[in-house]
Structures are given as structure tokens and as C-alpha cells.
């Protein structure tokens, strides 16, 4: 398996193993369709080795951690299990270990599937897998997900608090420790889908200077120029989707970004990120069409749709990113955009085409502030920033509010 292909299950009852040249802890989180934990007990791991149709079983150092699926068992509700895996020893990463995750039938152990991340470094936990439920029909995807502080970096990301360290090495099998304090909800890691085309955009009337609004139509920024999403005699804008798209700068190579947007409050606080691993934050107010994994065909290769009437008022500032996981740098992209749509009506509202590169993984595209009127502005960026993930762009986009 590739990262983000998946898999039909053929048979109700699936264990995943995870083997590499070093002991390794694999665990696994029970997930509800807004990619929450419903309590503790959906976190199953060594010292909580069974949940409701999920199963933990110690390699005991000599064979691998497996996390056992049973379909049937699943409690009603629980859409996704997720299986993480992390080295054992306190402080080490995956740099030069080549962790395998194997799916196999956990009645007869024929391997249904496997999957190796690739291009790991300094990452010391992962989102490896997950088992999930789609239009009745579970399945498996490989996901890869990397993080570079451990289980606490899982944790923190998705807005877990984690009031002390894990272990640094657990007892022996036979021996039961006292649970850690660890109270996750949990990542949540949802499919990667392509986002839909959209038309080729009209032509549109050089930049003008200075901050405009919408009165003369449809507005092309310039880096650092802002916009009043506002039109003369018209309510505020209800819902808009943000359409990112790119071309890879060499014919017939892949190149695969990942578009994000992060939400933040009137101090500056990270208050979530909308992702293609977490596809709907902040009760629904914000969504992510899924993953695009070539860069394409034509419109846009992700959507983000923001409703801004029913936002919640604490969020107040959002940074729109792009990231390359993979590594590839900016300067292999070609004819990167960002374009604000009225999502109503499908017109094109604003448009930023990025006209330089740097070589760097990641961009801040553009941002959308509210105002104490309670207008949105929006302003072009086109910031590069070294970071292949959302995750290091909280901080550097925070700065930019």
C-alpha cells in the first residue's frame, strides 16, 4: 500500500502488526464519526488491552504488537480505529527504522496488505493505519502520519491534554503497570478523496491599491493586499469555500500538497486545524474536501468550505496553508492559487495567484480576519515557511495575525 490508498475488508476480523528493527509500542483509538474518543476506555493500548471489538496483544519484545478488529464487535457509532505505533525506547525516532504495518485475516493470518511509510526522519510516534467504516462497508487505509514528540505530539495536535510523559520503557508483559495519564480524544484521520474540478477562472481587472471590497466585482490581490469580503447594500457573506489548486512544474511528475486551514482566537490561540487527516472541526463550521495526491487536472485540487455565520465566536483569525508531506519544494510546483468562492452561488469572489517560489515545504497562502463590525477581511500572503506539515505552521502563522 501506498499513503492514502485503502482497501475493502474482505473479512470481519483484522489484525494489524507493526514490526521494525526496534521493540515498538502499538496501540490504538476508537473513533466517532467527529473523530473523538467517546471516553478513555476507546484507548486501547498495554496497560488497557481490550475495548469494545478492538483487542491489544504484546509481542512481548520477541514478535510484534498487534491490535486485533473485530467489525462485528464495534460498538454502533465508532466509524474509524486508529492503530499508532512508536518506538519503545524513551526518545527515540524512526530515522533509519523501517516500521511495517501488516493487515491480515485474524482467523487463517493470511496477510491481506501491507504498508511501510516512507521518507521517515525525526518523527517518533505514527498514525500507521486505520480501520474504517464507509457507506456500510468497512476497509483499510495506510496513512503514515508522522509525529516528532511522540504520543504527547498526537495528543497535542488534535487538541489532546496530556498532563505528563508516557514511560519511558514499560514492565514486562506479566506484569501490569498503573495506567498513564494520558485522557485522549484522538486524532482523527479520515479518507482522502480528490476535490472537485472547478471552472477555469474568468479574467479579472489588474490589482488595485489599498484595501478594497466587492463592489466592482471579482478582486485579483496581490501579495500583502486586503480585501473587505463586502459588497454595498448586500448582507455579509454566510458561507464561502476556499479553493487552493497547483501544477506540478515538471510534465508527467506527481506532486502532492496538502492545503489546511488553522483557526485562531482574538490572542492569537490555536484553537484547531482543518486538515486532510481532520476533515471537519469546529462543530462542522469548517470542512476539507479531502486529499488530492497528483496536483492534477484542472480547477481546484482542494476545497475548504467556511461557514461563517455559524462559526463560533472565539475564532476570529484563519491562516489558509499549503504543505508538500513528501518534501518536494515549492519550486517544483507551477500556477499555485488560492481563490475565495461564495458558496451559495459558486462565484468567484477573490483570486491570489502565487507568483514566486522559494525552496521550502511550506506556504501561508492567505488569511481571513474578522472585524469588531463583524466583516471578514482577506489578505494575500504567499509567506514560505520550512514545515511538511500543518502542524508547523501553527506557530509562524500565528505571528502573522
Excluded at 467489525?71 to 511495517?100: C, L, N, R
Excluded at 456500510?136 to 514528540?149: E, I, L, P, T
Excluded at 485522557?183 to 477562472?201: C, E, K, N, Y
Excluded at 488560492?338 to 507568483?355: M, N, P
Aim: aromatic share 6%; with cysteine.
Amino acid at each position: 500500500m501506498t499513503p492514502g490508498s485503502n482497501i475493502p475488508l474482505p473479512v470481519s476480523r483484522v489484525t494489524v502488526d507493526v514490526t521494525a528493527p526496534v521493540r515498538l509500542d502499538v496501540s490504538s483509538l476508537l473513533l466517532t464519526a467527529d473523530g473523538k474518543v467517546r471516553s478513555d476506555a476507546d484507548f486501547i493500548f498495554y496497560n488497557q488491552p481490550t475495548g469494545p471489538g478492538v483487542t491489544y496483544r504484546s509481542g512481548g519484545g520477541t514478535a510484534p504488537d498487534a491490535i486485533t478488529v473485530d467489525t462485528t464487535a464495534v460498538p454502533p457509532g465508532i466509524e474509524k480505529i486508529v492503530v499508532t505505533a512508536s518506538p519503545d525506547a524513551a526518545g527515540q525516532s524512526f530515522q533509519g527504522v523501517e516500521p511495517t504495518a501488516t493487515i491480515r485475516d485474524a482467523d487463517d493470518n493470511t496477510v491481506l496488505a501491507t504498508f511501510t511509510p516512507p521518507q521517515l526522519g525525526t518523527e517518533t510516534a505514527l498514525v500507521i493505519v486505520e480501520v474504517y467504516l464507509r457507506n456500510g462497508a468497512w476497509k483499510a487505509r495506510a496513512v503514515g502520519q508522522g509525529y516528532a514528540n511522540g504520543l504527547a505530539g498526537i495528543a497535542t495536535d488534535f487538541g489532546v491534554s496530556v498532563e505528563e510523559p508516557a514511560p519511558a520503557a514499560r514492565p514486562a508483559p506479566v506484569a501490569q503497570p498503573p495506567q498513564p495519564p494520558v485522557t485522549p480524544p484522538a486524532p482523527s484521520i479520515d479518507p482522502r478523496v480528490t476535490a472537485p474540478a472547478a471552472p477555469p477562472a474568468p479574467p479579472a481587472a489588474p490589482a488595485p491599491t489599498g484595501k478594497i471590497n466587492l463592489d466592482k466585482g471579482r478582486v485579483s490581490l496581490q501579495k500583502n493586499q486586503t480585501v473587505s469580503l463586502v459588497k454595498g447594500g448586500s448582507p455579509f457573506l454566510s458561507k464561502v469555500q476556499m479553493g487552493l489548486g497547483w501544477e506540478p512544474a515538471f510534465r508527467g511528475k506527481d506532486i502532492d500538497l496538502d492545503a489546511s486551514v488553522i483557526a485562531y482566537g482574538p490572542q492569537r490561540n490555536h484553537i484547531d486545524s482543518c486538515y486532510f487527516g481532520k476533515l471537519s472541526i469546529v462543530n462542522g463550521a469548517i470542512k476539507h474536501s479531502g486529499d488530492n495526491l497528483t496536483g492534477e487536472g484542472g480547477g481546484d485540487d482542494e476545497v475548504i468550505t467556511v461557514d461563517l455565520g455559524h462559526l463560533p465566536p472565539e475564532v476570529t483569525g484563519l491562516v489558509f496553508t499549503v504543505n508538500s508531506f513528501s518534501g518536494q519544494k515549492f519550486t517544483e510546483v507551477a500556477k499555485a492559487y488560492c481563490r475565495l468562492l461564495d458558496a451559495a452561488t459558486g462565484e468567484e469572489l477573490v483570486r491570489f495567484d502565487l507568483t514566486n517560489a522559494e525552496a521550502q515545504t511550506g506556504v501561508m497562502m492567505a488569511k481571513l480576519i474578522k472585524q469588531f463590525s463583524g466583516e471578514w477581511d482577506m489578505t494575500a500572503m504567499g509567506d514560505f515557511v520550512k514545515s511538511r506539515t500543518v502542524r508547523g505552521m501553527v506557530k509562524p502563522a500565528a505571528q502573522s495575525l
